[in-house]
């Protein structure tokens, strides 16, 4: 028998049943909303810890954006008890956002294993670097220092970023040191296979040896004028020591490679602090020459002062230069040393107490034995201390010489 509901009872059965739905509804979207969140805030983590792992921001752009396109869009706003968009909708984008936060997660670990693996790869081969360069006889213990420190470092490394700086720090060393190992047996390469074509290899690389250390010691004549040398000679000496005590060809090339390495420290040395002009004096031969840093430009013969009024002796500077000139001599008529007013065409003044480089139109001869005891002004009587020289010498060393100009007389 069918039970008969009363119109109130009817009512509050559907009343019931609509406050099931709405209810059941509201936990539904309470939970796919929070799931939303918890989504989204798991890959905002995530892109804060890739950022501070070391990641590049060109690596992460791309889930920022994603990110902040699914952060603008919004829920819709029908709360309907039978409509599910608000659900349907976090449940949507917080799928997005967990697929998202995986494929960050993915990029992640593929690139600290990328990095590890290439710093893995530049340490090997700096180690392989530091032994060939060993066996070719290079000084390589500051090397073996640098990789021990970077060995230790990996060691404690575990994110992209840690990898990726110690590759930025292994990396120059490694292209430095196989430049310097490349370079080491390109030349002792080339000194074995110049001296193959001798009869005697071995006694050819020596005389490489020989004529290299006396150029060399010829750069550090000149360098002593201006530098301590000392120094530099016994490193030379040393380096070409043991080079020549080497019996075996291989070893022979090595030493030459050590002396040619020591004769580009000197010349480097000799580069840095040579002066860019500038002009040398010597009394005992007779002659001048004047350079550009260590390079030679011009020579001459020269008169300097007789006994009795000797050029003096030093580094002095270039600082006045007269065109024409004439000489006036402080002494009185009747003096041994007094000369009538002497007119040149160039002088360049360089001891303030009257010492120049001058052309002097009333000698013929210059060189050695010039600067003899007799009358200055004569061609074997040495001056009253200036430097005498040929009027096309004078004329190129005024057209050359700058005010400032160095002038060392030895």
Same mark, same amino acid.
């Given at each position: 028998?069918?039970?008969?509901?009363?119109?109130?009872?009817?009512?509050?059965?559907?009343?019931?049943?609509?406050?099931?739905?709405?209810?059941?509804?509201?936990?539904?979207?309470?939970?796919?909303?929070?799931?939303?969140?918890?989504?989204?805030?798991?890959?905002?983590?995530?892109?804060?810890?890739?950022?501070?792992?070391?990641?590049?921001?060109?690596?992460?752009?791309?889930?920022?954006?994603?990110?902040? %396109?699914?952060?603008?869009?919004?829920?819709?706003?029908?709360?309907?008890?039978?409509?599910?968009?608000? @659900?349907?909708?976090?449940?949507?984008?917080?799928?997005?956002?967990?697929?998202?936060?995986?494929?960050?997660?993915?990029?992640?670990?593929?690139?600290?294993?990328?990095?590890?693996?290439?710093?893995?790869?530049?340490?090997?081969?700096?180690?392989?670097?530091?032994?060939?360069?060993?066996?070719?006889?290079?000084?390589?213990?500051?090397?073996?220092?640098?990789?021990? !420190?970077?060995?230790?470092?990996?060691?404690?490394?575990?994110?992209?970023?840690?990898?990726?700086?110690?590759?930025?720090?292994?990396?120059?060393?490694?292209?430095?040191?196989?430049?310097?190992?490349?370079?080491?047996?390109?030349?002792?390469?080339?000194?074995?296979?110049?001296?193959?074509?001798?009869?005697?290899?071995?006694?050819?690389?020596?005389?490489?040896?020989?004529?290299?250390?006396?150029?060399?010691?010829?750069?550090?004549?000149?360098?002593?004028?201006?530098?301590?040398?000392?120094?530099?000679?016994?490193?030379?000496?040393? @380096?070409?020591?043991?080079?020549?005590?080497?019996?075996?060809?291989?070893?022979? %090339?090595?030493?030459?490679?050590?002396?040619?390495?020591?004769?580009?420290?000197?010349?480097?040395?000799?580069?840095?602090?040579?002066?860019?002009?500038?002009?040398?004096?010597?009394?005992?031969?007779?002659?001048?020459?004047?350079?550009?840093?260590?390079?030679?430009?011009?020579?001459?013969?020269?008169?300097?002062?007789?006994?009795?009024?000797?050029?003096?002796?030093?580094?002095?500077?270039?600082?006045?230069?007269?065109?024409?000139?004439?000489?006036?001599?402080?002494?009185?008529?009747?003096?041994?040393?007094?000369?009538?007013?002497?007119?040149?065409?160039? %002088?360049?003044?360089?001891?303030?107490?009257?010492?120049?480089?001058?052309?002097?139109?009333?000698?013929?001869?210059?060189?050695?034995?010039?600067?003899?005891?007799?009358?200055?002004?004569?061609?074997?009587?040495? @001056?009253?201390?200036?430097?005498?020289?040929?009027?096309?010498?004078?004329?190129?060393?005024?057209?050359?010489?700058?005010?400032? !100009?160095?002038?060392?007389?030895?």
């Amino acid at each position: 028998m069918w039970m008969k509901w009363s119109p109130v009872a009817l009512v509050g059965l559907a009343l019931i049943a609509f406050s099931s739905v709405w209810g059941h509804q509201v936990i539904a979207e309470h939970i796919a909303a929070s799931s939303y969140n918890g989504a989204r805030t798991q890959l905002g983590a995530d892109l804060r810890l890739a950022h501070r792992d070391g990641l590049f921001p060109s690596e992460l752009q791309r889930f920022s954006a994603r990110m902040v %396109a699914i952060d603008s869009r919004v829920p819709p706003h029908d709360k309907t008890p039978w409509s599910g968009d608000a @659900t349907g909708f976090y449940n949507r984008e917080g799928a997005r956002l967990s697929r998202l936060d995986q494929r960050l997660e993915h990029l992640i670990r593929n690139v600290t294993l990328a990095a590890s693996r290439h710093v893995h790869w530049l340490l090997w081969n700096y180690g392989q670097l530091v032994a060939q360069g060993q066996g070719l006889g290079m000084q390589v213990q500051h090397e073996k220092a640098l990789l021990q !420190t970077d060995r230790l470092n990996l060691s404690r490394s575990s994110t992209a970023g840690q990898y990726r700086a110690l590759a930025g720090t292994a990396a120059p060393q490694v292209q430095t040191l196989a430049g310097l190992v490349h370079a080491r047996q390109s030349d002792i390469g080339s000194i074995m296979s110049q001296a193959r074509h001798s009869s005697h290899p071995v006694e050819a690389v020596r005389a490489r040896i020989h004529a290299t250390v006396a150029s060399a010691t010829a750069q550090l004549n000149q360098l002593s004028l201006f530098a301590k040398t000392s120094q530099l000679r016994r490193w030379l000496a040393r @380096t070409a020591a043991w080079a020549l005590g080497r019996t075996w060809l291989r070893y022979a %090339a090595q030493g030459a490679a050590d002396v040619d390495a020591v004769v580009a420290a000197i010349h480097n040395r000799v580069s840095h602090s040579m002066p860019a002009k500038w002009v040398l004096v010597s009394t005992e031969g007779e002659w001048i020459e004047w350079f550009q840093g260590p390079t030679m430009i011009g020579q001459s013969l020269a008169t300097t002062g007789n006994p009795s009024l000797p050029t003096v002796k030093g580094h002095f500077t270039i600082f006045a230069k007269f065109s024409p000139f004439t000489f006036v001599s402080e002494d009185p008529p009747g003096s041994p040393d007094w000369y009538p007013p002497s007119p040149v065409s160039y %002088a360049m003044e360089f001891q303030n107490q009257g010492y120049f480089i001058h052309d002097a139109p009333w000698r013929s001869a210059f060189g050695p034995g010039t600067n003899g005891p007799g009358q200055p002004g004569t061609n074997y009587g040495g @001056t009253h201390g200036c430097v005498n020289v040929p009027l096309n010498v004078a004329a190129e060393l005024f057209a050359w010489a700058p005010i400032g !100009t160095p002038v060392v007389v030895v």
